[in-house]
């Protein structure tokens, strides 16, 4: 037990030695110690899960969740050992508060990252219901991205429907035109006589038309028009005897299509047969081709489906738990406010050390802790003083030792300049006698020069 004690206290950023001189103290700090404690178990658990959640490796997970229960223990040892102990009284003031802050802060968020996996897991159930929900809606997602692709799809398959039906109406018509040939020529000229009635309404039409342009046209010479407006009348009459010949002509060819049923039953028959035959394989081969590029693109199409299922089929990791825990808050109601009170309560559970040590009264053991700091801040200081008293002395040795050096060499100056001065005056006049005797042999050698016979000065 004394063993757990000192752990605990250890755990609180306490001084074990001092700590154990201060019986009435061993309860606050024990519970201080206590809680980090369990904070860093907890946030081992969230820790590990949530990386299980994102690898699914149970080994790897057991040490990142042992790693993160030692920094947030870490953390939350920081935190409290660092935060003092306020004023000493139960109250928390404003000064106290600016103190705290940052660690409040820290806290605050360590509170969130701890409180959030233990939330996912919590949840599991209802989660990984919406997880599953989420991945139909990824793989739809990634389906429709490619609309252009199972667009063609589906127009190839509505024209092989298209092909089918028109195979069926042919081999219809075909046993149908065995089974019943009289019937079939009934029909075909009834159904060329139709087209004669309507192509000859359209002659008429036409011959209207030709007749009026005509007449338009002869008024136009008569009455001496213009030649522009008797050449449009004229180009209009072409026009329309153009439309006309051409709706005779398929008059004509209509006419003759019936003449030849008439005349040649048994070989239109045997043409007819013909036509069908050749739209027959056409319709067939037409089909064969499309199957073909069906086949492909339907095969191209399950590989990509297989690949978004496998893809969504991942989606089954931390992120995707977040997501499906955010759709679960804001669908119910009674999950949101459960996640917010495990949140409120992590967080609280992070910032009670660092508020109770603030809220704590002062006891035996912080008043030895700050007689200790206070000694070692007055000796340190006694350190400091007496440093600097010695850096002060041999300064002042220093200095004085200077002082005479420079004393001692000022006086040598002056006598040297003075000796200097001496011998200065002395060569200075020794110069001039040298100077004056000169001058004076110059003067005496050439007197004769300068006063001629005359008694003139000469020059």
Known sequence: MKKINKFFWWCA????EILEECPTDHSKYFGVGGTIVFTALMASFAGGYAFFTAFKSVIPSLFFGAFWGLLIFNLDRYIVSTIGKGDGTQKITKEEWKIAAPRLLMAILLGFVISTPLELKIFETEIQTVVERLKIDKAVELQNRDTTFVSNLNNSKDRRTSIDNDINKLTYDKTSLSENAGKFFENSIAEQKVDLKNKQSVVEVWQRKVNSSYSSYVNAKNDSLSNSIINKRLGAL????SERNKAREEVQSIQDKIEDL????????????????????SKQQEKTNLNEQIASKQKTLDKKNVGYENKTENYDGFAAHLEALSILTSEKPAIFWAKWLITLLFIFIEVAPVL????AESGPYDDMMDRLKHESFVKEKQKISDINDSINTSIKISTEKNQNR?????????????KIALAQAEIAGLAIEKWKEEEIKKLNAGVNHIINHNGELKI
Do not use: P, S, Y
Request: hydrophobic content about 45%; charged content about 25%; overall charge positive.
């Open 406 to 418: 420079l004393d001692a060499e000022i006086v040598g100056n002056k006598a040297l300049l003075n």
């Open 356 to 359: 109770f040590k603030l809220m």
């Open 238 to 241: 072409r026009v329309n005897q």
């Open 13 to 16: 950023g306490a001084n074990i």
């Open 262 to 281: 008439n005349n040649n039953k048994g070989n239109a028959i045997i043409d007819e047969k013909n036509r069908i035959n050749d739209l027959l394989a």
